[in-house]
Structure formats: structure tokens, C-alpha cells
């Protein structure tokens, strides 16, 4: 599916979960976005809630902040209604990595902003290398921290700690088959599957480094 498909789910799920809301009382939609181009493109968070059945009426924002759009759209629906602006708000993010890759389609980036400030351009991955060099965090450490987030979060879904947070979205897998037929198998999508449970600290200490290898 594509994102604005996928976004659209999710609101009329999180709709149908509160039946007594009108949703013509939605005042905003604010949907972040890291790469807002090709099925993600222009203001999605307008395509998002008319896909999702709202009014015309309710307006939609998109917003980038990179690694923290969706978050930051949390952040900014929270200020509006504690200001007294907004009284019901729908926030939240949308990506797909299939779709649009990381960093766009196309990267054109700032001769400016690289002569004068190269490392504006470094990802994330580059940025936690320089972030664990300057605090002085170990690969060890780093490793057991790891281990214990996965330990953690596979604890919680267990307990069914995060049930009433996912929304389970019908998932279809196409695979060609005998002959050149097409198997087509739908699942709902309702458990995060990154958690690892047979994941060990001695299992993380033996991967390669995804970035800085000295």
C-alpha cells in the first residue's frame, strides 16, 4: 500500500475506536513526513485524512523533521491544545522505505551548506558513531544497553503492554508461485517484529559495524 493508504488505516482505525467523536470536530490533521516526494509527496496528511473518509472541511499539515517528524507532529498537536487553539487533533507519522529510499529520489544537496558545514550532510548512523566518540561510550556498552532494550520490549509484548497502542493493519504478501501464478496470502499486521528475543549480548559484540569501522 501506499503511505497515504497505509495513514489513512490508521486513522479511521483510531475513528472507530472512539465511535462517540464526530469527525467533523477533527480541527487539524498533522502528519509527519522525512521524505514528503513521489507516494509521499505534496501535503499527504491532506490525502491521509480524505482517504480516511473525514470531512473536506478538516485540514491537513505535513511536517519534516527527519527521524523525529512523527513525534515532533505529537509535540505540536500537544501545544495547540494546551494553548486553547485546538480542542481535537489527530497527529502522528507516515513512511515507507519501499517506496521512497532513504535520502529521496534525488539528492541535491547545498555546495553552501557543504563548504561551510560538511558534517550537516552526515546521517544518523555517522552522527551515533560522533555521539559515542565525544561521550565516550563503548561498544560494550553500547552492545548491553542493546541487549536489555530487546529484552525489555519483548517483556512488554509478552505482557500485551502494547496491545491497545498497535493497530492492527491487514498486511498482503504477493509471491509468484508454480507457472508463474501468483500467491496471494493477507495477514494482520499487529505485533512490532523488532524486538529479538533470542537475541544475546555475545550475538551483538559479533556483528561488523554498520558505520565507522576504526
Do not use: W
Not at 467523536?21 to 513521489?38: K, N, Q, R, S, T
Not at 501464478?181 to 559479533?206: H, I, S, W
Request: aromatic share 6%.
Amino acid at each position: 500500500k501506499r503511505p497515504d493508504d497505509l495513514c489513512a488505516d490508521i486513522i479511521r482505525g483510531i475513528m472507530a475506536r472512539h465511535p462517540t467523536v464526530d469527525p467533523a470536530l477533527v480541527e487539524d490533521v498533522i502528519v509527519g513526513c522525512a521524505m514528503p516526494e513521489a507516494e509521499q509527496g505534496m501535503n499527504t496528511a491532506r490525502f491521509c485524512l480524505l482517504l480516511a473518509g473525514l470531512p473536506e472541511s478538516v485540514p491537513g499539515v505535513t511536517v519534516n523533521r527527519f527521524c523525529a517528524s512523527g513525534i515532533q507532529t505529537i509535540a505540536m498537536a500537544a501545544d495547540r491544545v494546551r494553548t486553547g487553539d485546538l480542542d481535537c487533533v489527530l497527529a502522528g507519522g507516515t513512511e515507507t522505505m519501499t517506496m521512497v529510499p532513504m535520502m529521496g529520489h534525488k539528492v541535491v544537496g547545498s555546495r553552501a551548506v557543504m563548504d561551510k558545514h560538511p558534517d550537516f550532510y552526515l546521517g544518523m548512523g555517522m552522527t551515533a558513531e560522533n555521539v559515542a566518540l565525544d561521550y565516550k561510550v563503548s561498544r560494550e556498552d553500547q552492545d548491553k544497553f542493546s541487549f536489555e532494550s530487546h529484552q525489555k520490549a519483548v517483556r512488554a509484548i509478552s505482557q500485551g503492554h502494547f496491545k491497545d497502542e498497535i493497530l492492527p493493519v491487514p498486511v498482503t504478501f504477493r509471491t509468484m508461485g508454480k507457472e508463474g501464478a501468483a500467491n496471494v496470502t493477507t495477514t494482520n499486521f499487529d505485533t512490532d517484529e523488532g524486538p529479538r528475543a533470542d537475541t544475546t549480548v555475545e550475538a551483538l559484540n559479533g556483528l561488523k559495524p554498520a558505520f565507522k569501522t576504526k
